[in-house]
């Protein structure tokens, strides 16, 4: 099964910027996953950020970070990036990196079988 270790996060001021990294090892060939960014505040539900399809022809955002975050995949890196523009506060959280097998693309964290360890992300004003 495929084994995912992100990196990137930190401590960043508002209107900042930081690039997520999720680095996939093992498994199937990369490039057949589905991959996706969620994140989880303190005492919230974990929330869908961004899903990339394995062919790169779909991508989703959320609308709470669209405009600002955008998410990308090397397939000859075995990697998916979030690059997170103009951070708020409100984007602090632990920000995971998930995979599917499955064609398609979703929204639901439960769709996806697959999960990293996440990197803490934290916004101050």
């Known amino acids: 099964q495929v084994q995912l270790v992100e990196s990137g996060g930190g401590l960043v001021q508002t209107g900042g910027s930081l690039r997520l990294s999720c680095a996939a090892s093992g498994g199937r060939t990369f490039s057949s996953y589905t991959m996706a960014w969620f994140r989880q505040a303190p005492g919230k539900e974990r929330e869908f950020v961004a899903a990339?399809?394995?062919?790169?022809?779909?991508?989703l955002t959320a609308d709470s970070v669209k405009g600002r975050f955008t998410m990308s995949r090397d397939n000859a890196k075995n990697t998916v990036y979030l690059q997170m523009n103009s951070l708020k506060p409100e984007d602090t959280a632990v920000y995971y990196c998930?995979?599917?097998?499955?064609?398609?693309?979703?929204?639901?964290?439960?769709?996806?079988?697959?999960w990293g360890q996440g990197t803490q992300v934290t916004v101050f004003s």
């Open positions: 998930a995979a599917d097998e499955r064609l398609g693309i979703n929204i639901a964290s439960a769709w996806y079988r697959y």
């Open positions: 990339i399809s394995w062919s790169v022809s779909r991508t």
